[in-house]
């Protein structure tokens, strides 16, 4: 176990003008399970191929524990990588996979044995350690991929993907699985991904990447209620954090005919700025809803809030079975804004018909117009 630190590497590919990978800094603890993440072509596959030894690292360094790799090969770095298509031998039995690191390094049969049926005892393999890959399925496949990482005791697993080519029920299966075997083998994981609910709910840390840029690096749960900027705030949480762009005003911001008062700390600093818009994040869970023509009390509450909130027009409900969720329009600004509204799965509205809503109290985020970045606490 070792910690990893990436201190400001950068990768160019060659023939490109722009890094690929642009002065990263990351520290991952020991024993930390840290995921990267972020949209494709933003860099998180060259950030993994970094630590492994199989991308060059242009400009800066990169360090497991107090050893610098930066420039070391990939089979001296004490590390184990579990790729996307697992990469398993055809011609060989699950058990000659799994020992086939040790068996090149000189470990002897015996040790091999041991160590194989142990790690297929933690993976529930074994009563398939005599078969040939393509007898099994593609999550006996995946969990014969990490058993050969396991096996080798590596201070660092690097896994890219390795979920992707199963199916849905599966992922979701695997991912605890996953998540699990790593807290209890207490290895330091880098984990990459493009879909952020595996980033949220694997890794003690998350690390979104864009352009080959960090852009938050924090605990799924802070990455979650206090996004950086715009691009964090909008790529983490299904369905989206709703963004509007709004204008300044007396007590907080014009939200539709209300007024939704939000930190003054972080309004003051947009106008210091020479602001007089700033941009509101609302979860879609995070709004009050007034439906009108719902329900006795919710009819007398709309018409105690007749001129309050926004005027939601609902064009699409789509229902999860837990959740529902309106997708709908309203004009904000003089602009047609589409919006994502959670409502109670029991009381859906019609499509066509118009909800009023407003933010719930301090369930706004503020983000500078042009910068993007976060304004409220
Ligand atoms: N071998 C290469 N030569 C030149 N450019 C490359 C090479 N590999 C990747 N790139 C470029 O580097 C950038 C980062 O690629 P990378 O594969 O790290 O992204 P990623 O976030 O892992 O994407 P994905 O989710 O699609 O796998 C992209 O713009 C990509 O086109």
């Keep these: 176990m070792a910690t990893v630190t990436y201190d400001k590497a950068?990768?160019?590919?060659?023939?490109?003008?722009?890094?690929?990978?642009?002065?990263?800094?990351?520290?991952?603890?020991?024993?930390?399970?840290?995921?990267?993440?972020?949209?494709?072509?933003?860099?998180?596959?060259?950030?993994?191929?970094m630590l492994a030894g199989l991308e060059d690292v242009n400009g800066g360094s990169i360090h497991i524990?107090?050893?610098?790799?930066?420039?070391?090969?990939?089979?001296?770095?004490?590390?184990?990588?579990?790729?996307q298509n697992y990469a398993l031998y055809p011609h060989m039995t699950v058990a000659q996979n799994m020992g086939f690191a040790l068996k090149i390094a000189g470990v002897n049969k015996t040790d091999i044995r041991t160590k194989v049926e142990e790690a297929a005892k933690i993976l529930d393999l074994t009563e398939y350690l005599?078969?040939?890959?393509?007898?099994?399925?593609?999550?006996?496949?995946?969990?014969?991929?990490?058993?050969?990482?396991?096996?080798?005791?590596?201070?660092?697993?690097?896994?890219?993907?390795?979920?992707?080519?199963?199916?849905?029920?599966?992922?979701?299966?695997?991912?605890?699985?996953i998540a699990g075997l790593q807290r209890r083998l207490g290895v330091t994981t880098v984990y990459v991904t493009h879909d952020q609910v595996e980033a949220m709910t694997m890794g003690d840390r998350v690390a979104v990447l864009k352009d080959g840029l960090l852009q938050q690096i924090d605990s799924p749960r802070n990455m979650y209620d206090k996004p950086a900027n715009l691009f964090v705030a909008g790529f983490i949480g299904s369905p989206a954090m709703n963004l509007v762009e709004v204008p300044i005003t007396d007590g907080g911001v014009k939200f539709g005919n209300s007024v939704v008062p939000v930190e003054r700390g972080a309004l003051t600093e947009a106008q210091n700025k020479g602001d007089s818009n700033v941009v509101v994040g609302c979860r879609p869970e995070h709004f009050a809803v007034v439906r009108e023509g719902g329900s006795e009390a919710a009819l007398a509450k709309a018409d105690e809030n007749a001129a309050a909130g926004?005027?939601?027009?609902?064009?699409?409900?789509?229902?999860?079975?837990?959740?529902?969720?309106v997708y709908g329009t309203a004009e904000i600004g003089g602009e047609?804004?589409?919006?994502?509204?959670?409502?109670?799965?029991?009381?859906?509205?019609e499509k066509g018909s118009k909800l009023r809503v407003e933010p719930k109290p301090g369930e706004t985020h503020v983000f500078a117009t042009g910068s993007g970045e976060r304004l409220s606490d």
């Design 65 to 83: 524990g107090d050893r610098d790799v930066t420039h070391l090969p990939p089979k001296d770095r004490d590390i184990a990588m579990v790729f």
């Design 336 to 349: 047609v804004k589409d919006l994502v509204i959670r409502v109670d799965s029991r009381d859906v509205p």
């Design 130 to 177: 005599d078969r040939k890959p393509k007898a099994l399925s593609g999550g006996q496949r995946q969990r014969v991929a990490m058993g050969r990482a396991i096996v080798r005791e590596p201070q660092v697993f690097l896994m890219d993907e390795p979920l992707s080519n199963l199916d849905a029920k599966l992922r979701v299966q695997t991912r605890t699985q």
């Design 10 to 49: 950068t990768r160019v590919y060659p023939g490109s003008e722009t890094p690929a990978v642009d002065q990263l800094d990351i520290q991952i603890e020991d024993g930390e399970f840290l995921v990267l993440v972020g949209p494709s072509g933003c860099g998180k596959s060259t950030s993994l191929r």
């Design 310 to 325: 926004l005027a939601v027009t609902v064009n699409v409900v789509e229902e999860t079975g837990a959740d529902a969720y």
